[in-house]
Nanobody, 126 residues
């Protein structure tokens, strides 16, 4: 089992920056992929970014590429999501997710992730 706890959400203005953190505990290892998803009211949960825990390969949704950066801090079992140039359409509940590395992963489908945090709210005002 892996437990995930997000933090860092809040209310910001368009153009601001914010960093989300996800603390992982339990059976964490280098064989996991960590991802961030978000869900706006009335919409499906969508992929934001992912990172391979040991390899450092990163993946981004087109909507956030160039504005968001996912990073891992191995010593702290933490994954961060640095969000710059925030837009009102970034408003959502942001979820941290984890899944064991295995063949066939796209890293972008929520169905591929086994463990989820409780979510943290980000609101971007215009």
């Amino acid at each position: 089992q892996v437990q995930l706890v997000e933090s860092g959400g809040g209310l910001v203005q368009a153009g601001d920056s914010l960093r989300l953190s996800c603390a992982a505990s339990g059976r964490t290892s280098s064989s996991y992929v960590m991802g961030w998803f978000r869900q706006a009211p009335g919409k499906e949960r969508e992929f934001v970014a992912a990172v391979s825990w040991s390899g450092g390969n990163t993946y981004y949704a087109d909507s956030v590429k160039g504005r968001f950066t996912i990073s891992k801090v191995n010593a702290q079992n933490t994954v961060t999501l640095q969000m710059n140039s925030l837009k009102p359409e970034d408003t959502a509940v942001y979820y941290c997710a984890a899944t064991p590395i295995r063949g066939g992963l796209t890293y972008r489908r929520k169905e591929e992730y086994h463990y989820w945090g409780q979510g943290t709210q980000l609101t971007v005002s215009s």
